[in-house]
């Protein structure tokens, strides 16, 4: 069974730092890009970052750039997304994706993606 775990998630204070994990299990992910999407309460899944197999292209939203930074270790299955300087706003639901297509536009849109994680919650304190 395929499976993506997400860890790292919880409480932190504004201008602190998380660090999110994303374990991969049931199959190997090392030729798909992998993404980091979030979704508030009453808002759509947004596209955080994401990152091509070969760890060479990385994209990420307007929002979180320069601040967040998403890299991949193939040997272990696992994404990660390093968030430093959190914002009140950044207070959401983040999921991991796994999409066996390739680079190109479609890796912000949530429907190109084809496996998910149950999602780890980031809540952010003012």
């Known amino acids: 069974q395929v499976q993506l775990v997400e860890s790292g998630g919880g409480l932190v204070q504004a201008g602190g730092s998380l660090r999110l994990s994303c374990a991969a299990s049931?199959?190997?992910?090392?030729?798909?890009?992998r993404g980091w999407f979030r979704q508030a309460p009453g808002k759509e899944r947004e596209f955080v970052a994401a990152?091509?197999?070969?760890?060479?292209?990385?994209g990420y939203a307007d929002s979180v750039k320069g601040r967040f930074t998403i890299s991949r270790d193939n040997a272990k299955n696992t994404v990660y997304l390093q968030m430093n300087s959190l914002k009140p706003e950044d207070t959401a639901v983040y999921y991991c994706?796994?999409?066996?297509?390739?680079?190109?536009?479609?890796?912000?849109?949530?429907?190109?993606?084809?496996?998910w994680g149950q999602g780890t919650q980031v809540t952010v304190s003012s």
């Open positions: 990152i091509s197999w070969n760890e060479i292209l990385t």
């Open positions: 994706a796994a999409d066996r297509g390739a680079w190109g536009t479609r890796r912000v849109r949530p429907t190109a993606y084809d496996y």
């Open positions: 049931g199959r190997t992910f090392s030729s798909y890009v």
